[in-house]
């Protein structure tokens, strides 16, 4: 295991780089959009546009990848990013920054995907879960620590857009010295919606409101925060606790539902995240620590939630069915994710900032109710066979999906491994 993660501890490096820009950069252009005077709005439209961007790199990443090579995508990407960034400084007006935010979405999602496949190159079916579990930390912890860059300059100025470019460029110095092999971009064939839905209604319902309400926290919350009066310095505090609650509760969750019925721990999680979502609305004028507190809390709980649906979706799908059914499962994630800000933003700016907590309180609502109501209408898996839960990073590339799909077929495998042993001995 530690043999496995030393191995790949510069690429984990590189991509805990990416991570600190991309950080940085989400919260900057939350907090620099207030300072600009857009609409809630043009914010969730800039916003969304990732997604957008994101959705279009997953797709077209190994088409250029068997084109060009691996090294030439990545060395390309890495710099369009870069110059993307500076770009927000020169052209400050919302269509700029839209078009802007698909291209980086564009390019960060071939990024992920080109040094996911990378590491997933340095792992087997014995450490795959682990080294996934050791990107989710370094994901976390990179997109928290790329909040609190907010207080290296002013954000009014171009300073910070500076540091987010060469944070990005930086990252490829490990990233391109430790590559070994191409990895291999075998196609993988998504299984229909309609099958994947007759399979596990949950799971595409989970996905899309998971994808909603993620979508709109990462996007957000620094909007948020700056609407309601705080300063960068706890700005960058409040948007960071959203990464640093996800990356203590996303681990408990996911071993709890290993041991009992996935869809009550989902159902719990959907409720008590609304929950602290109409408490946000009702304690708006709480103090500091209050909203420090419920944030962490609140995202913890909302960016556990996909890790969830996706663990129990595996858990209806055949070993052979797994990375299809996560590639499908993704698509539907990145339509919730894609709408979730544009809803999100124009909610602020009808209704009053807490109101976006509001919203989200009702989409986590909506899907608890729903998998309360999917309770009543099939029986629960018996213990012995439900997989076991693998984590997921906040990138949720699909590439990342398709390794947790993986992972937890290369631990249903071993599973059965392990049971057939004694018999053979017998």
């Known amino acids: 295991m530690l043999q496995a993660i030393s191995t790949a501890w510069a690429l984990f490096l590189g991509l805990g780089l990416i991570m600190l820009g991309a950080g940085l950069q989400s919260g900057l252009l939350g907090v620099r959009a207030e300072i600009e005077n857009f609409s809630g709005s043009a914010t969730g439209i800039i916003m969304a546009g990732y997604f957008v961007g994101f959705l279009l790199g997953s797709r077209l990443t190994p088409l250029l990848v068997r084109r060009v090579g691996h090294v030439r995508v990545f060395a390309a990407l890495a710099s369009l990013a870069s110059t993307a960034v500076l770009i927000y400084a020169l052209l400050v007006d919302p269509v700029s920054w839209t078009v802007m935010r698909i291209i980086t979405g564009f390019c960060y999602a071939g990024l992920y995907i080109v040094a996911e496949s990378w590491l997933n190159e340095r792992a087997d079916n014995t450490t795959r879960g682990t080294i996934l579990s050791v990107y989710m930390v370094v994901v976390f912890i990179g997109m928290a620590g790329g909040q609190y860059l907010l207080n290296a300059a002013d954000p009014a100025g171009a300073v910070l857009f500076i540091v987010s470019s060469i944070v990005v460029s930086l990252a490829l110095i490990p990233i391109l010295l430790s590559a070994g092999p191409a990895p291999s971009f075998e196609k993988t064939e998504a299984i229909s919606l309609k099958t994947l839905y007759r399979a596990s209604p949950l799971g595409v319902v989970g996905a899309v409101a998971t994808g909603m309400a993620q979508g709109t926290i990462f996007s957000l919350t620094a909007v948020y925060a700056a609407r309601i009066g705080l300063p960068i310095s706890q700005i960058a505090v409040f948007t960071s606790l959203v990464y640093v609650g996800a990356m203590l509760l996303q681990l408990p969750l996911g071993r709890l539902s290993d041991h009992?019925?996935?869809?009550?721990?989902?159902?719990?999680?959907?409720?008590?995240?609304?929950?602290?979502?109409?408490?946000?609305?009702?304690?708006?004028?709480?103090?500091?620590?209050?909203?420090?507190?419920?944030?962490?809390?609140?995202?913890?709980?909302?960016?556990?939630?996909?890790?969830?649906?996706?663990?129990?979706?595996?858990?209806?799908?055949?070993?052979?069915?797994?990375?299809?059914?996560?590639?499908?499962?993704?698509?539907v994630y990145a339509v919730g994710a894609t709408g979730g800000p544009l809803l999100g933003g124009v909610i602020m700016d009808v209704l009053d900032p807490s109101a976006l907590f509001l919203f989200l309180a009702a989409v986590l609502g909506a899907l608890g109710t729903f998998a309360l109501w999917r309770m009543t209408r099939r029986a629960s898996l018996p213990m012995d066979e439900q997989g076991e839960f693998q984590a997921v990073p906040s990138t949720y590339s699909p590439l990342a999906t398709e390794l947790a799909a993986e992972a937890a077929a290369d631990a249903a495998e071993l599973s059965e491994e392990e049971e057939a042993a004694p018999a053979a001995a017998g």
């Open 260 to 331: 009992l019925d996935r869809r009550r721990v989902l159902t719990g999680t959907a409720f008590a995240a609304a929950s602290l979502g109409l408490a946000f609305y009702l304690l708006e004028d709480a103090s500091l620590w209050v909203l420090f507190l419920l944030i962490a809390l609140f995202g913890g709980l909302v960016s556990s939630m996909y890790a969830l649906v996706i663990s129990h979706t595996n858990d209806h799908l055949s070993q052979e069915q797994m990375v299809a059914g996560s590639s499908t499962l993704y698509l």
